[in-house]
């Protein structure tokens, strides 16, 4: 009898996103027999982060049906920050290889299995992410100033800070302690990557544009700067952290 191990998690945070989800564990399913994988070698952990519309009822519901042996959900009662829920997630993977990504269907969870599988190819430490090929100007300069205030505080430069996906060895997570909750957490784990000898890779990945819903923090002039403050705020706090450890 053959036993087929799983060899690859991927984690996804889930704020509001009850319309994407079907489409969202379709495309994965269907993306992981393109290469060779099934139910029992890959998973999505889709992790409901607090969600006030009908994501636990979709989710129950789709639970039940052949898409059901696809994915786990974990089910946070309180929003615990983009970087809180994605970290819930890793918490709970087992896997050899992990990831994570969006809810949203900009990001194509085929990308995530294309960097599971580069990550294979290799040796030793590896994290691979996706490039961003196809943004908007304004979200352009947005990535830009971010990386340049990561690069000031935290002193480590590198670009393109959140294109999704980012998949590597679950050895990392050993090395992630007091991760931020908040959006500084793609910089974080690349952080760590390199402070721990990973391989870093980039793979090219277009943006598809947003089916449902809207961006919970690209919404208006005062939300983006709401929201800047407040990662420049978690940025300082990590380098504090890090400082007295």
Not at 112 to 117: C, E, G, Q, V
Not at 195 to 211: M, Q
Not at 218 to 228: D, E, Q, S
Request: glycine share 8%; charged share 25%.
């Amino acid at each position: 009898m053959m036993i087929v191990t799983l060899l690859f998690e991927l984690v996804v945070p889930c704020f509001n996103e009850a319309e994407s989800l079907e489409l969202l564990i379709q495309k994965s399913a269907q993306s992981a027999l393109e290469f060779g994988l099934s139910s029992l070698s890959f998973q999505l952990v889709l992790v409901d982060n607090g969600s006030r519309d009908k994501t636990q009822e979709v989710l129950t519901g789709l639970k039940r049906t052949d898409w059901g042996k696809w994915f786990r959900v974990v089910t946070l009662e309180v929003n615990q920050g983009y970087g809180g829920g994605i970290s819930e997630g890793l918490k709970t993977t087992q896997a050899p290889w992990v990831g994570f990504t969006h809810a949203d269907l900009q990001c194509d969870p085929k990308d995530a299995l294309r960097a599971f599988l580069d990550c294979k190819k290799r040796s030793g430490p590896v994290i691979v992410q996706g490039e961003r090929k196809n943004r908007d100007f304004s979200d352009w300069i947005v990535s830009r100033v971010f990386e340049f205030f990561v690069g000031v505080i935290w002193g480590f430069w590198a670009f393109d800070l959140n294109a999704q996906p980012k998949v590597f060895s679950r050895e990392l997570l050993e090395k992630i302690k007091n991760p931020p909750t908040g959006i500084p957490l793609d910089a974080f784990i690349l952080w760590r990557a390199k402070e721990n000898g990973f391989f870093k890779k980039r793979i090219e990945v277009h943006l598809a544009r947003r089916r449902y819903g809207h961006s919970h923090w690209n919404f208006g002039l005062r939300k983006k700067l709401t929201t800047f403050l407040k990662v420049v705020r978690e940025l300082l706090k990590v380098r504090l952290t890090a400082q007295s450890q």
